[in-house]
């Protein structure tokens, strides 16, 4: 591992060269300065893991500076015998300790070790949250009715401890809305945990919900937390719940109805205060009557039921999806979208709902010059993905106007911009086309 580095500051000059002697020799890599110019020219070359600075030094006093460093290195104080005053001073402008002088060499040994580890674990700590901070959905985007009803559920829902089951295709944003129902209760100051049950085998996602005990089966080395047990006060969202086995179903029942359950290769019996919030895009009623899902844990689930339209059913939410999409994915060089390019896209059918969208926008804005425009060229993939099929959707009743606009443009698109094939596929002259281009699609 890399020797951790210490930077001392200190102008008396026998201690200083006394700290870095000893600190050298229980493994750490040391400089020693005597001022505070000094220890800021070194600092515009290394990066010390940690400063043990002196509380009075030729050119300033310690709380002075650590309001300029304590943000960037954990900083130990040294002030003189008898001095707590100072040392209180020092803690309360951003030290993260302090060591009277003179100084016990073991006693600084701890203090130094004890202020790494505790910078290396606040270190890690951001690092999550900012990993599950990118993980979490965005704000629910939406303009129709049908999701405005859906907001009114979560609404009703969040601030209960009702477990709740959403239901639609993948895509349609279930562990979006999960997170809405977590956030209105009382279990929001701790994080969602999330388990996705697609694509896992059923001892693998018995180990990942439950836990295990060490050797309770080959690799199982130590002992390990389920997410039951991490979701304790919390609430847990399973997604994809119809994929889960009979045996893990059982299992799954218990605990909802109890709280009580064991880790795998387990004796104790444990228990987790968890709110459940499952998710599917099957048919978990019709899974019962086959006998695929036990119908007592579809009863438990289905006590509080939010069905997901499809976007295709709610084509007025693709224009504020797409421009919220646009926007994420051009903070730097803004971009917006052409009316040929928006036509394109609430005429797309969207098997893949809300995530395809998404993709096809950040797949655009790559292809697209930065600051530029979307253009129909940039949403060709689209043409393609749909080749042999003529589809047209519209959020209202489309003038006759509209009709001719939208078909034109898509076999434009399809045709890629080419003026003779246009005119080929419609049954028209090339110069009609030119006429149609300027009228419905002056960008093209």
Not at 36 to 62: F, G, H, M, N, V
Request: glycine content about 8%.
């Amino acid at each position: 591992m890399r020797r951790k580095t210490l930077l001392i500051v200190d102008d008396d000059a026998i201690f200083n060269g006394l700290l870095c002697k000893e600190l050298a020799a229980l493994g750490f890599a040391v400089e020693g300065v005597k001022s505070w110019q000094d220890a800021k020219s070194r600092l515009t070359e290394i990066e010390p893991d940690a400063i043990i600075l002196d509380y009075k030094l030729p050119d300033c006093e310690a709380p002075a500076v650590l309001g300029e460093i304590r943000q960037q290195y954990p900083v130990i104080v040294l002030t003189g015998y008898g001095s707590i005053p100072d040392a209180v001073k020092a803690i309360r402008q951003g030290a993260a300790d302090y060591l009277t002088k003179p100084v016990d060499i073991d006693e600084l040994e701890l203090t130094v070790r004890r202020v790494l580890e505790t910078a290396e674990l606040k270190a890690s700590n951001r690092f999550y949250r900012d990993q599950l901070a990118q993980r979490r959905p965005g704000p629910m985007i939406y303009a129709s009715r049908a999701m405005q009803e859906v907001q009114k559920m979560i609404d009703a829902v969040g601030p209960t401890d009702a477990t709740v089951l959403i239901l639609g295709e993948s895509g349609t944003g279930k562990e979006m809305v999960a997170q809405a129902i977590h956030e209105k209760s009382a279990r929001a100051g701790r994080e969602l945990v999330a388990l996705d049950a697609s694509g896992l085998q059923e001892n693998l996602f018995e180990s990942e919900l439950f836990g295990h005990e060490k050797g309770a089966f080959t690799g199982a080395d130590r002992q390990k937390k389920g997410l039951i047990e991490e979701a304790d006060g919390s609430s847990l969202f399973l997604d994809e719940i119809g994929d889960i086995g009979a045996g893990i179903q059982a299992k799954l029942l218990r605990v909802m109805e109890t709280g009580a359950f064991r880790r795998l290769g387990g004796t104790k019996t444990l228990q987790a205060d968890v709110r459940f919030i499952a998710a599917t895009n099957r048919d978990l009623e019709a899974m019962t009557r086959t006998g695929a899902f036990r119908s007592d844990l579809f009863f438990r689930l289905s006590r509080f039921v939010i069905q997901l339209p499809p976007l295709r059913e709610r084509r007025e939410d693709i224009e504020p999806l797409a421009r919220h999409f646009l926007a994420r994915f051009t903070r730097t060089a803004p971009m917006t979208l052409s009316s040929a390019a928006l036509t394109l896209l609430l005429a797309h059918d969207w098997p893949g709902n809300v995530r395809e969208l998404k993709n096809a926008i950040e797949r655009a804005v790559i292809l697209a010059r930065p600051g530029s425009q979307i253009l129909p060229e940039h949403l060709a993939f689209l043409a393609r993905s749909g080749a042999g099929e003529v589809l047209l959707r519209f959020p209202h009743e489309p003038t006759l106007e509209e009709l001719e606009s939208a078909y034109f443009r898509q076999t434009l698109l399809k045709c890629g911009g080419n003026r003779q094939k246009t005119a080929a596929v419609l049954g028209i002259s090339e110069r009609h086309v030119y006429r149609l281009i300027e009228k419905y699609a002056p960008e093209a």
